[in-house]
């Protein structure tokens, strides 16, 4: 009787210790599945497979950008706020003179002695101010996200005739106070081909005799 109690007892010990085996091999392959497809999503983020490529950017557009941030933060630090929509050429120019504080060209006034010379022999207390090539980029490049920023091109504040005439004497004027003249580019003629000069002659000479005969 003992003996089929213990024996009892010993098959219902290898009962529960190989439930609770397979138990722990259910935990243990779920874990390791668990673990797997961690270390499979893992890969994926760091080989980039789901994530879209990085448009690379433009040293020009990353500019134009940063241009465009910093004129819209400008007008809503004014008292009161401006939207874009709100904004005149007037906005315009007081944003160019507002920006010559940060310049680091040296403009000489009338009265100083280095005005005119393009390399001064010393020091002065002329101030600084934009370089009139660096306004005509920003205005270029703001007059172009203007408009890539849903604004039309009829009433582009950066295009009006007013930001030009402003430009054109902040050129004028630092060249005399430089001592640098300014030289426009000339445009590249395009060479003609000596082949089409000459069949466009032959087509005129046709077109003379054509008309001597009708009228003859």
Request: hydrophobic letters at 30%.
């Amino acid at each position: 009787m003992s003996s089929s109690k213990g024996k009892d007892v010993h098959e219902g010990s290898s009962s529960n210790s190989s439930s609770s085996s397979s138990a722990l091999m259910v935990v243990v392959d779920d874990q390791n599945h668990h673990h797997h497809h961690h270390q499979q999503q893992q890969q994926q983020f760091e080989r980039g497979d789901e994530a879209a490529p990085t448009p690379v950017i433009s040293r020009y557009e990353s500019q134009k950008r940063r241009d465009w941030y910093t004129f819209g933060q400008y007008l809503r630090n004014q008292r009161p706020p401006l939207a874009i929509s709100q904004c005149n050429s007037s906005h315009v120019l007081e944003f160019l003179r507002y920006l010559d504080q940060f310049g680091k060209t040296k403009v000489h006034l009338n009265g100083c002695g280095f005005f005119g010379e393009p390399e001064p022999a010393g020091p002065c207390t002329c101030p600084l101010r934009q370089a009139w090539g660096s306004l005509d980029a920003l205005i270029g490049r703001l007059r172009a996200a203007y408009e890539e920023n849903g604004g039309s091109s009829d009433t582009n504040p950066f295009a009006s005739g007013a930001i030009r005439v402003y430009l054109r004497e902040v050129r004028d004027s630092q060249s005399k106070a430089r001592g640098i003249p300014y030289k426009k580019k000339k445009k590249k003629k395009i060479p003609i081909n000596t082949h089409q000069q000459g069949k466009y002659n032959l087509f005129q000479i046709f077109i003379y005799i054509y008309i001597c005969v009708c009228v003859i």
